[in-house]
């Protein structure tokens, strides 16, 4: 059979420099403007602001463009703290003072609960007038990541680069400091470089995962807790030999990190533990309960934010010693523990055992044991599972991942229960959820926004539904 290949069509650009005037950000917090009567996106281009550009891409319904400079400023601009801003694809706002990202956050909110009402057919004026906003949970805008991903990238010759994907690629950017990590995380590129250049097998790391969090060393002499604690997880696409393992062994000492290695199957750490130790990561919440979790578990990654996040939940919920929650999406149990000392009962729910198994634990380690975890599949027909009719109750708190909860909120309704605290980190499924709970009879009480993610478009809400 003859193969036909089709050449591959660059995207049009222009050399000729345009003058426009920018109207708004989109969702993503880049810059609008208009050329040849369709949208010309822009990033680092803000809203009132006339720039200079350079089209860099060209297709039938919008166009991209490069900024060249700025003619006239916005008086809502900053100058940028990190040194890599605009070639790192991890902030989209820095440009934006705090203030400003959180009026551009709500506004984006406000748009898709209006687009996705009116798709509903659900008043405009909920929307346009009347959401309930209330005063956002906020944090330090910076060193407030407690968690994240490096990338790591060898070359032909071996040269590596340490950091983060740049906008739009698959390449990453060489990041040499970081101002939204937490300290000391957010110094530790250049080091982990020097350790990579020394290695004897190159290019066997996929990427390494930071984390600061507290730990507890236990073995045959007791229990050692030790508070802010880096933990550095290796994935290692090959095993190490003696010299590496060296090499990290000496830095983990050096500079007070644990290591642990991650070859695809299992995390172990780099030191073998001795018989009957363990080390135990932990954060602890504003009411001294402690999360215990795993460095492959998903934790929130803002701890000032997760604590107020958790201390506004028990406030909205309105929470009386006789009530019955049940508790959607509970993950390691960061709501349930809380909530379980000031109820009667608390129903956790996760769609993954282990996940159940640890929320469990958890219980069990803080001494709470008017909690129950169970496994179930969210998103399918549960209202007939021995959980969801074990009791009826009162109140329902969710907080589900970036897919929303549509099947969840749909049944919900089915066992009406009367006050709904909805934690979205995805404002677009969250509006569509919304409508559905309106739909149903409820009402929007209160909403905020919870800048989980400060200087990113990321956005984090917490709203609360009553009937």
Same mark, same amino acid.
């Given at each position: 059979?003859?193969?036909?290949?089709?050449?591959?069509?660059?995207?049009?650009?222009?050399?000729?420099?345009?003058?426009?005037?920018?109207?708004?950000?989109?969702?993503?917090?880049?810059?609008?403007?208009?050329?040849?009567?369709?949208?010309?996106?822009?990033?680092?281009?803000?809203?009132?602001?006339?720039?200079?550009?350079?089209?860099?891409?060209?297709?039938?319904?919008?166009?991209?463009?490069?900024?060249?400079?700025?003619?006239?400023?916005?008086?809502?601009?900053?100058?940028?703290?990190?040194?890599?801003?605009?070639?790192?694809?991890?902030?989209?706002?820095?440009?934006?003072?705090?203030?400003?990202?959180?009026?551009?956050?709500?506004?984006?909110?406000?748009?898709?609960?209006?687009?996705?009402?009116?798709?509903?057919?659900?008043?405009?004026?909920?929307?346009?007038?009347?959401?309930?906003?209330?005063?956002?949970?906020?944090?330090?805008?910076?060193?407030?990541?407690?968690?994240?991903?490096?990338?790591?990238?060898?070359?032909?010759?071996?040269?590596?680069?340490?950091?983060?994907?740049?906008?739009?690629?698959?390449?990453?950017?060489?990041?040499?400091?970081?101002?939204?990590?937490?300290?000391?995380?957010?110094?530790?590129?250049?080091?982990?470089?020097?350790?990579?250049?020394?290695?004897?097998?190159?290019?066997?790391?996929?990427?390494?995962?930071?984390?600061?969090?507290?730990?507890?060393?236990?073995?045959?002499?007791?229990?050692?807790?030790?508070?802010?604690?880096?933990?550095?997880?290796?994935?290692?696409?090959?095993?190490?030999?003696?010299?590496?393992?060296?090499?990290?062994?000496?830095?983990?000492?050096?500079?007070?990190?644990?290591?642990?290695?991650?070859?695809?199957?299992?995390?172990?750490?780099?030191?073998?533990?001795?018989?009957?130790?363990?080390?135990?990561?932990?954060?602890?919440?504003?009411?001294?309960?402690?999360?215990?979790?795993?460095?492959?578990?998903?934790?929130?990654?803002?701890?000032?934010?997760?604590?107020?996040?958790?201390?506004?939940?028990?406030?909205?919920?309105?929470?009386?010693?006789?009530?019955?929650?049940?508790?959607?999406?509970?993950?390691?149990?960061?709501?349930?523990?809380?909530?379980?000392?000031? !109820?009667?009962?608390?129903?956790?729910?996760?769609?993954?055992?282990?996940? !159940?198994?640890?929320?469990?634990?958890?219980? /069990?380690?803080?001494?709470?044991?008017?909690?129950?975890?169970?496994?179930?599949?969210?998103?399918?027909?549960?209202?007939?599972?021995?959980?969801?009719?074990?009791? !009826?109750?009162?109140?329902?708190?969710?907080?589900?991942?970036?897919?929303?909860?549509?099947?969840?909120?749909?049944?919900?309704?089915?066992?009406?229960?009367?006050?709904?605290?909805?934690?979205?980190?995805?404002?677009?499924?969250?509006?569509?959820?919304?409508?559905?709970?309106?739909?149903?009879?409820?009402?929007?009480?209160?909403?905020?926004?919870?800048?989980?993610?400060?200087?990113?478009?990321?956005? /984090?809400?917490?709203?609360?539904?009553?009937?």
């Amino acid at each position: 059979m003859a193969n036909f290949f089709k050449a591959v069509v660059k995207p049009k650009t222009s050399k000729q420099l345009l003058t426009v005037s920018v109207d708004k950000l989109d969702m993503n917090g880049v810059g609008v403007a208009r050329w040849q009567n369709k949208p010309l996106f822009i990033f680092g281009a803000l809203p009132s602001e006339e720039v200079e550009v350079k089209v860099i891409e060209q297709k039938s319904k919008y166009s991209r463009a490069k900024l060249i400079s700025i003619i006239k400023k916005s008086d809502k601009r900053i100058q940028p703290q990190c040194i890599h801003f605009g070639l790192c694809g991890g902030c989209d706002l820095q440009i934006l003072d705090i203030t400003e990202q959180l009026n551009f956050k709500q506004q984006k909110v406000s748009y898709l609960f209006s687009r996705c009402f009116s798709a509903e057919n659900i008043a405009k004026k909920i929307v346009q007038q009347d959401l309930p906003w209330q005063a956002p949970i906020k944090s330090s805008p910076w060193n407030y990541r407690r968690k994240a991903r490096l990338g790591v990238q060898f070359d032909k010759k071996g040269q590596v680069t340490i950091g983060f994907r740049q906008k739009s690629t698959n390449q990453l950017a060489a990041i040499k400091s970081c101002a939204v990590l937490v300290e000391p995380l957010n110094k530790i590129f250049p080091l982990l470089k020097k350790i990579m250049a020394q290695l004897t097998v190159k290019s066997a790391i996929g990427h390494i995962e930071a984390i600061q969090a507290d730990i507890i060393d236990s073995d045959s002499q007791g229990k050692i807790q030790k508070d802010n604690q880096i933990i550095l997880v290796i994935r290692q696409l090959r095993p190490m030999n003696k010299a590496d393992i060296e090499l990290w062994l000496s830095n983990a000492q050096q500079h007070f990190w644990h290591v642990i290695v991650d070859d695809g199957d299992k995390q172990f750490p780099l030191v073998p533990l001795q018989k009957d130790s363990s080390l135990v990561l932990s954060y602890e919440l504003a009411d001294k309960s402690k999360i215990y979790f795993a460095s492959s578990d998903f934790i929130q990654i803002n701890h000032q934010v997760n604590n107020a996040m958790i201390s506004q939940a028990l406030t909205w919920l309105n929470l009386s010693s006789t009530d019955k929650v049940l508790d959607l999406f509970c993950g390691l149990g960061n709501f349930s523990l809380a909530l379980a000392k000031q !109820v009667q009962i608390v129903t956790g729910v996760e769609g993954v055992q282990v996940m !159940v198994d640890k929320a469990s634990k958890n219980a /069990e380690f803080n001494i709470i044991d008017n909690c129950q975890f169970y496994q179930a599949d969210l998103n399918s027909d549960w209202l007939l599972e021995s959980w969801a009719t074990e009791h !009826v109750f009162d109140k329902v708190l969710l907080d589900p991942a970036r897919a929303g909860a549509e099947q969840a909120v749909r049944q919900i309704a089915k066992l009406k229960i009367s006050t709904v605290l909805y934690v979205s980190c995805d404002p677009a499924t969250l509006a569509r959820d919304s409508a559905i709970l309106i739909a149903q009879g409820y009402k929007l009480d209160k909403m905020s926004l919870m800048d989980m993610f400060s200087q990113t478009k990321h956005v /984090e809400t917490m709203v609360l539904f009553t009937q």
